[in-house]
């Protein structure tokens, strides 16, 4: 079945730990997306990419990095955590038209990190 | 640039009533509009989009919303409210003049809760 992943769902770990949070979609989609999300408030972009071997930072500054070395997955890296970055990480995709569903992002279930 | 607003934070409403969660816009092309609801601990999920066409939009779960492009709104609506809709609904705009791979600006988000 079509769909898009993350994984771990909830994570806590300490401070200078590095993580990587995983995204991946089966859908064929060349885009995708990462929002953070501090809990039932607005969602903020802070990465994005068009295909394999592009990403762009997106309107929120953050520390994390990302990299698209195949469509399917676009993982986030934290080098060294904070409790800054404690929040709600939320992947999406959407296709780039044609299909009758463009523009349409989808959403994955979000990992909620807590760094202590 | 493109924006989007939710000028309540939250709405209640009784179960069997109708509802409406507001939802205005800004951009300088023409409006592609997006509503998504989220549940707890849980990713968006997308309910309907207006690209073009008729204002009356119908969606997922019963939901329906109207462009209005004099008011610049994109309101969304359900005849008859459930206590299973009680979530975080969120609006989304993008520019349809412009390229950005598909970036959507959401808006800060409405709680709705239905109450018995």
């Known amino acids: ?13 300490g401070t200078g730990k590095k993580i990587t949070l995983e995204c991946s979609q089966t859908m064929g989609h060349d885009k995708m997306y990462w929002y953070q999300q501090d ?21 929120l500054s953050s520390e994390s990095t990302v990299s698209r070395i195949r469509t399917e997955h676009f993982p986030l890296t934290l080098e060294s955590a904070r409790p800054s970055h404690t929040s709600q990480y939320l992947c999406a995709s959407s296709d780039s038209g044609g299909s009758g569903r463009a523009n349409e992002q989808f959403f994955g279930p979000g990992t909620r990190l807590t760094v202590l | 640039a493109q924006s989007v607003a939710q000028p309540e934070d939250q709405v209640n409403v009784a179960e069997g009533n109708p509802l ?14 997006f509503w998504y609801v989220q549940y707890p601990n849980r990713g968006l999920q997308f309910l309907l ?12 779960y019963g939901f329906e919303a109207e462009f209005n492009k004099s008011q610049t709104s994109f309101h969304l609506k359900k005849p008859s409210a459930l206590v ?18 598909n970036k959507l600006t959401f808006g800060t988000g409405t709680q709705l809760k239905v109450e018995l």
């Open chain 2, 20 to 33: 409406t969660v507001k939802c205005t816009y800004s951009v300088s092309g023409n409006p592609y509009l």
């Open chain 2, 49 to 60: 989009k207006y690209i073009t066409g008729d204002n009356l939009v119908k969606g997922s």
């Open chain 2, 84 to 101: 299973s809709d009680s979530a975080l609904y969120f609006c989304a705009v993008r520019d349809g003049l412009t390229g950005g791979g």
């Open chain 1, 1 to 13: 079945e079509a769909d898009i992943y993350q994984t771990p769902r909830y994570l806590v770990i």
């Open chain 1, 39 to 59: 809990p039932g408030m607005e969602l903020h972009l802070i990465h994005y990419s068009y295909g394999v071997n592009s990403t762009e930072k997106g309107d």
